[in-house]
């Protein structure tokens, strides 16, 4: 529980650090390796020299990256001790429907379930979804979720999967150039680069800003007046000053003074 409070705290104040006192963009918060440790969260990520309090702190750049390579990201999309198949599968469908914004299927009705084969992790999700009935949805999340297979369901570094090295390449389908990866700090650049990857996050912000889906042509609009990468700072301002947040359309039967 304390490690976990730990986690917790640190994206936090990652999250304050990037977007208000640093430079405020959207693909820091992807690929930054400075982070903020205590006592607890040192040893799971390979530091030292962390007290009770959390203190900034550079992680190893072959190893971190961002918001998706810390541990509140990794261990709250991870399956249970004897549940490890859902761990790539969690992470991947949050990439894919939160950082894509991208639908998923549901699931077939009474699909046909498969024995899963293999030692790793990646091997057993492999042969699982080999029937056509899974891999119409599995597709858009596995591969993605085989990204972080580096890491365990706590987001402890690892390097072998059951005695096997860990293969956390792929690629992701469904936008621009469908680019390959290696591991998770290759996702993590391309989600950082992505203009599908950005105009998900200025999508998410409109939605959290005015608390209703976007109008047409809103997002685009919205970014068509922030130059350069995107600054979320920016784009907090620019949306809470567009007429999207500042006025509303007439309720149906509504008189108007």
């Excluded at 959207?26 to 959390?54: C, I, K, M, Q």
Aim: charged share 25%.
């Amino acid at each position: 529980a304390e490690t976990r409070a730990s986690a917790w705290a640190e994206t936090e104040r990652f999250l304050t650090a990037t977007l208000f006192e640093g430079d405020g963009l959207w693909r820091t918060l992807l690929t930054s390796n400075e982070s903020f440790v205590d006592a607890r969260l040192a040893p799971l990520y390979g530091v030292s020299g962390a007290g009770s309090s959390l203190t900034k702190a550079t992680l190893p750049a072959a190893q971190r990256a961002g918001l998706l390579t810390q541990a509140s990201f990794l261990a709250s999309h991870a399956g249970p001790a004897d549940g490890a198949l859902l761990t790539p599968i969690k992470r991947g469908k949050e990439i894919r429907t939160r950082l894509l914004c991208q639908d998923i299927p549901p699931p077939i009705a009474n699909v046909n379930a498969h024995g899963a084969v293999g030692k790793t992790t990646r091997e057993k999700l492999s042969s699982h979804v080999a029937d056509a009935q899974c891999r119409a949805c599995h597709a858009l999340m596995d591969e993605l979720g085989f990204a972080f297979e580096h890491y365990d369901a706590i987001g402890r570094w690892r390097t072998a999967d059951n005695g096997e090295p860990v293969d956390a390449s792929g690629a992701v389908s469904q936008i621009d150039g469908e680019p390959t990866f290696r591991d998770a700090l290759g996702l993590t650049k391309i989600l950082a680069e992505a203009p599908e990857a950005e105009a998900c996050a200025l999508r998410n912000l409109v939605r959290y800003a005015t608390g209703r889906e976007e109008a047409e042509g809103e997002v685009a609009a919205l970014r068509s007046t922030l130059s350069g990468p995107l600054d979320v700072k920016a784009a907090m301002v620019a949306i809470v000053t567009s007429p999207g947040f500042t006025r509303r359309a007439p309720s149906r039967g509504e008189v108007l003074p």
